[in-house]
């Protein structure tokens, strides 16, 4: 079945489809992406939770650092015991700290921080702290791991160590080395950077649209490309050409006008609202029920309007399959982390309890951030965690305000529900630590065909953006300037 990749620029808004079905729906905002680098100053140490507070943006929340995520930052030589030493002998207050970011802020708290700095690229992976060689346990083959490994060897600079994504596989010798010298390259000019910076500083962001959408999930010369501009196809042939991929896929990048209907066409609108939503409809008439709180996500499953002639505890068990294969993907599109607790039907064997379980873990195989289900306890709940690596839909766009005003858009496209959202979060910004910019000079063609259409859509032409809430869907990086 063939993949696509839709990009649009213009909404800072990426999405990837198979099978007929939104996998993933990608963001980029402004601020506090994961493996950005930052130049930080230690605000505040906490010794009794061996940790400190590091300041790597005055407009936004301070990140946290544990003990255990400063390497090579210690005053002695001694790297062994560096999960038993005090933080306190580590950082003092007002220091200079290089740091990157491993997961993005919630709604409370900052992100979390680590000086082990990585710099990933599309086959390989550079550790400038670490000599080791790793290799993706999903290469399976003997003789190709025992290839890249001696590749590695040969490849690797002294001080520094290399991880190989599955990627890599079929790739030859030279694209790698090109990559790596490209890594190496980014290394030695951010410590340049660092070394004549004031702190804090923003060094090298991880907010490309089209590089991380390109980079993470483009597989195969079957994978369909389709932009909302000139500039953003150009830059997929870039890469593409960069990564030495085949030359129909090159040529396969195609440029769409109307975005509503292609978010349509391939469900993205869809998903789209069942992501904003609350309720989530099952195909046999029962429906689940998403509550996120603070400390954790309550997912209750209901049977709705079923009806279906079977026999009471099959039927049970039917809802509760169907059930665990949506929740499956509603917490990679939703992206929720942390502790998820479900609700499903209660079920009389333990016979079907195990097949139920045997089948929601079969269906979190696939996702990426490694959902644990912990187990299933005497009151018929299900208890698993989801690493949490980048912030949730929920946090994204806010629901807790946006929910009461976006349950009613079943029926709008995809443009009026953003631009819906846009204006009540500019009607209630007293609640967000928010700043509006001024009016934005657009001269690229395609993005002013996009800008009017909107505008008389809601007759309402867009000045104003709210960054914080929004992240930054009509920000454009080189085609437009901001008149201060």
Same mark, same amino acid.
């Given at each position: 079945m063939q993949k696509k990749i839709i990009i649009s620029e213009f909404y800072n808004l990426a999405a990837v489809i198979h099978k007929d079905k939104v996998e993933e &729906?990608?963001?980029?905002?402004?601020?506090?992406?994961?493996?950005?680098?930052? &130049?930080?100053?230690?605000?505040?140490?906490?010794?009794?939770?061996?940790?400190?507070?590091?300041?790597?943006?005055?407009?936004?929340?301070?990140?946290?650092?544990?003990?255990?995520? &400063?390497?090579?930052?210690?005053?002695?030589?001694?790297?062994?015991?560096?999960?038993?030493?005090a933080i306190s002998d580590i950082l003092t207050s007002g220091q200079k700290i290089l740091v990157q970011i491993t997961k993005e802020p919630a709604l409370n708290k900052g992100?979390?921080?680590t000086t082990n700095l990585t710099f990933v690229g599309r086959y390989i992976v550079l550790l400038p702290f670490s000599k080791s060689i790793c290799i993706s346990k999903t290469v399976s083959d003997s003789n190709e791991r025992n290839y890249l490994k001696a590749l590695a060897v040969l490849l690797k600079p002294v001080t520094m160590g290399l991880l190989l994504k599955p990627s890599i596989v079929g790739v030859s010798e030279e694209v790698i080395i090109n990559e790596l010298k490209y890594l190496k390259a980014q290394w030695n000019f951010i410590q340049k950077l660092a070394c004549i910076s004031p702190a804090p500083k923003k060094l090298c962001g991880n907010d490309n649209l089209v590089y991380k959408a390109m980079r993470d999930f483009y597989v195969d010369q079957n994978t369909s490309i389709l932009a909302d501009s000139n500039y953003a196809a150009y830059c997929i042939r870039k890469y593409l050409n960069k990564w030495a991929c085949s030359l129909a896929t090159k040529n396969n990048v195609?440029?769409?006008?109307?975005?509503?209907?292609?978010?349509e066409l391939n469900g993205i609108t869809l998903a789209f609202k069942q992501a904003i939503s609350n309720k989530v409809d099952?195909?046999?008439?029962?429906?689940?029920?998403?509550?996120?709180?603070?400390?954790?996500?309550?997912?209750?499953?209901?049977s709705g309007g079923f009806n279906k002639p079977v026999t009471s505890h099959s039927a049970v068990l039917k809802i509760n399959l169907e059930a665990a294969k949506e929740i499956s993907y509603q917490l990679?599109?939703?992206?929720?982390?942390?502790?998820?607790?479900?609700?499903?039907?209660?079920?009389?064997?333990?016979?079907? @309890? &195990? @097949?139920?379980?045997?089948?929601?873990?079969?269906?979190?195989?696939q996702d990426v951030a490694a959902p644990q289900i912990v187990q299933l306890s005497e009151l018929g709940l299900v208890e698993l965690t989801r690493r949490r690596t980048k912030q949730s839909f929920s946090e994204v766009f806010s629901s807790s305000y946006s929910q009461p005003i976006l @349950?009613?858009?079943?029926?709008?496209t995809f443009v009026q529900i953003l631009n819906t959202e846009l204006k009540y979060f500019q009607f209630n910004c007293q609640h967000f630590?928010?700043?509006?910019?001024?009016?934005?000079?657009?001269?690229?063609?395609?993005?002013?065909?996009? @800008?009017?259409?909107?505008?008389?859509?809601?007759? /309402?032409?867009?000045?104003?953006? /709210?960054?914080?809430?929004?992240?930054?869907?009509?920000?454009?990086q080189r085609d437009s300037k901001i008149i201060t």
């Open positions: &729906l990608l963001f980029t905002t402004k601020h506090y992406q994961v493996n950005s680098i930052y &130049l930080g100053v230690v605000n505040k140490i906490f010794p009794s939770l061996n940790a400190a507070f590091v300041n790597i943006d005055n407009k936004y929340k301070s990140g946290f650092i544990h003990s255990s995520d &400063l390497h090579f930052v210690k005053r002695s030589r001694d790297f062994n015991n560096t999960y038993s030493v992100p979390r921080l195609q440029i769409y006008n109307d975005c509503n209907s292609i978010f099952l195909p046999l008439g029962a429906y689940i029920f998403i509550d996120k709180l603070e400390a954790l996500t309550i997912i209750d499953v209901n990679k599109l939703r992206n929720i982390s942390g502790l998820i607790i479900i609700d499903f039907i209660d079920m009389q064997f333990q016979q079907d @309890q &195990l @097949q139920l379980l045997k089948y929601f873990h079969k269906c979190l195989e @349950q009613n858009f079943r029926d709008k630590d928010c700043y509006t910019l001024p009016s934005v000079s657009i001269s690229n063609s395609s993005i002013i065909s996009y @800008q009017s259409k909107i505008s008389s859509d809601l007759n /309402n032409p867009i000045k104003h953006i /709210n960054p914080t809430v929004f992240s930054h869907y009509y920000s454009i």
